[in-house]
């Protein structure tokens, strides 16, 4: 049936200018990768608890030591274990060291280990997986077999090893966690790369003539940093949990100077006898700043894949 | 399948090849002999006790003399305890810890896949936001934060268990509880995550048409699929929960492996640190190749006679 237009006449209808540049004018502000990362980052509520979580620990692992008028390893025998209190705010352990400022050391040495550590794995992964991943072929076959065999020691035992091994102390920490840790990143890296060879976009965006750096900014970190900036959020809880683990073995920072896994294994004869506080900050802020990174970590893996970008 | 086994175990003989040779290397890298601290030892005897542990060879017999003694799996005899071979040690041991470690797998499998199954049923309800939330805390509470936290609440302060040592099922409550939490966690997670992916496969959409009941369709159907990658992680877990005894035997003064190699590692008693390590490394990698065996068995997808490369 043809449509009959009988009320509208035919002279109602005019042409208008027809603009082509105007219809390409995009006309809403185009949402880059990483504001629209952040936009939906801040949406998580508890990948932003994890933030701001994070923000409260580092603070206070910078200026905690230095508003404290105590000193870290200063010994004052007759005070030991004073229940918390205004003028110990943690109160004190078994040598009357106050407990405030140790903590915040160390979360100084948590820290640092966790966040050297990522660092280095990240550089190595980086250029270990993304060799393995451009040049194809035999390489890609050989260095990945090396990574499989590596990755299959344990490696915690290959870390406590090298430990008993060389001097006991925060560079050798975060060397005992590099020399296996950088495995996965390598892994990660490795299958990114292998991915960017076949992408059909790339080859579309190469097709309209797109320059190289913006298929770089566009097309290619987006797709491929994801994965990886989540590996780096998850190996700093993992290394702050190891550091805490070896220190608690006694294998990790030395006796006087603190560390959370040090701290907690010298009070544990103390939550017997009542004196919790020794126990509990230290305890309390590495399962709180592993637990920041983990669901910070959760949240950045919805975040950054672009898969969910709506 | 043959193909792929035998793949899988050169990959194997070569990782064990690699930790002992490390070990190795790291052990005659040890400055001084490790019998220096004998003290009251005349020349003589010093001579006779470096040709007893053929420590007057040069570094290649030993080399050679050392891959034998682990083929024929004897570690020699311990430095620091008197009349014990690391063999005695590990016999003692090595049962104890097996069974805590087998036990804690199967608590943390059983408990963690129910939740997971029950989180993934109930997506975005507040039984799965509180499912999850627990398995965030497990992942971030250190196994020895928990183990000194259950102590002092459910054994010292409500004196319901027993809070140290290996007797009754009972005395396995508390180091079960404080081990498992955190694969328990992983594993919620995993199969949480794989559940609501395999819940929306097209077979599942099937079987609700054809008027199965829920529950028919999650165990007979679903989760067949979304256990598979959690075999794949049993490996990993079985190295944690393994180093987890460590700290656990010491918290708890359990008669274990763990135990006796924490003190071996304060002692310095090379001999059992090293035999200990690789006896565990080689455990843990055949336990790896037992599970990657078992999942191609499993999974019918994977083709475990295609070329490789693929």
Request: glycine share 8%; with cysteine; aromatic share 12%.
């Amino acid at each position: 049936m043809k449509p009959e237009n009988k009320q509208v006449p035919n002279e109602w209808f005019r042409w208008t200018e027809k603009d082509v540049k105007a219809a390409e004018v995009v006309s809403r502000p185009s949402l880059s990768y990483w504001s629209d990362a952040w936009y939906r980052l801040i949406k998580n509520k508890l990948a932003m608890l994890g933030m701001f979580f994070l923000v409260i620990v580092v603070f206070l692992a910078i200026f905690g030591p230095i508003i404290s008028p105590y000193e870290v390893t200063k010994m004052d025998q007759p005070n030991q274990f004073h229940p918390p209190s205004k003028d110990h705010w943690f109160g004190t352990d078994q040598h009357g060291r106050d407990v405030f400022t140790r903590t915040w050391y160390g979360a100084r040495v948590s820290l640092f280990v966790g966040l050297m550590a990522a660092l280095i794995d990240f550089c190595i992964g980086i250029i270990y997986g993304g060799i393995a991943g451009y040049k194809g072929g035999r390489v890609d076959n050989i260095m990945m077999r090396i990574v499989e065999v590596l990755y299959g020691i344990p490696y915690l035992l290959v870390v406590i090893l090298l430990l008993v091994i060389m001097e006991p102390s925060l560079t050798t920490i975060i060397i005992a966690l590099t020399v296996t840790g950088w495995v996965g990143m390598a892994r990660i890296v490795r299958g990114q790369v292998l991915q960017i060879k076949n992408y059909e976009f790339v080859l579309a965006s190469k097709s309209f003539g797109t320059n190289t750096s913006r298929i770089i900014r566009r097309n290619l970190i987006p797709n491929t940093m994801g994965p990886i900036i989540v590996q780096l959020t998850l190996t700093v809880p993992s290394a702050i949990f190891a550091e805490a683990f070896l220190s608690f073995l006694g294998l990790g920072i030395q006796s006087p100077y603190a560390s959370w896994g040090t701290m907690a294994s010298d009070s544990l004869g103390a939550i017997l006898s009542g004196h919790w506080w020794t126990l509990f900050f230290p305890a309390f802020f590495i399962s709180f700043t592993m637990f920041a990174f983990n669901v910070l970590g959760d949240g950045l893996q919805d975040a950054l894949d672009p898969k969910l970008r709506k | 399948m043959l193909r792929y086994i035998l793949k899988r175990f050169l990959t194997m003989i070569v990782t064990i090849w690699i930790i002992v040779t490390i070990t190795f290397v790291l052990m005659i890298s040890i400055p001084g002999s490790p019998l220096n601290e004998e003290r009251g030892t005349s020349e003589s005897v010093q001579r006779n006790l470096e040709s007893y542990y053929n420590l007057d060879q040069p570094y290649h017999i030993q080399y050679i003399l050392y891959l034998k003694s682990i083929v024929t799996l004897d570690f020699g005899p311990s430095i620091k305890q008197p009349n014990q071979t690391v063999n005695d040690l590990l016999g003692q041991g090595f049962p104890i810890s097996f069974e805590l470690g087998m036990v804690t797998i199967l608590v943390a499998l059983l408990s963690g896949v129910t939740l997971g199954i029950i989180a993934a049923l109930k997506h975005n309800g507040f039984i799965d936001y509180m499912a999850m939330s627990v398995a965030v805390l497990g992942i971030s509470i250190p196994n020895f934060v928990l183990s000194t936290l259950l102590i002092q609440q459910l054994a010292v302060n409500l004196n319901l268990l027993p809070p140290a040592t290996w007797a009754s099922p009972l005395h396995m409550v508390l180091p079960v509880a404080a081990l498992a939490t955190g694969p328990m966690a992983i594993i919620a997670r995993l199969t949480r995550s794989t559940m609501l992916e395999v819940l929306t496969q097209d077979y599942i959409k099937m079987a609700r048409a054809k008027g199965l009941s829920p529950w028919k369709i999650v165990i007979k159907h679903a989760l067949k699929n979304a256990l598979m990658p959690v075999i794949t992680i049993i490996g990993t877990l079985l190295a944690g929960i393994l180093t987890g005894t460590f700290v656990i035997e010491k918290i708890f003064a359990i008669p274990g492996m763990g135990r006796y190699f924490v003190e071996s590692i304060n002692q310095r008693d090379y001999p059992v640190i090293m035999g200990t390590t690789v006896f565990y490394s080689v455990f843990l990698v055949v336990m790896l190749f037992l599970v990657d065996i078992i999942y191609g068995l499993l999974d019918p997808r994977i083709k475990l006679h295609k070329k490789e490369g693929e």
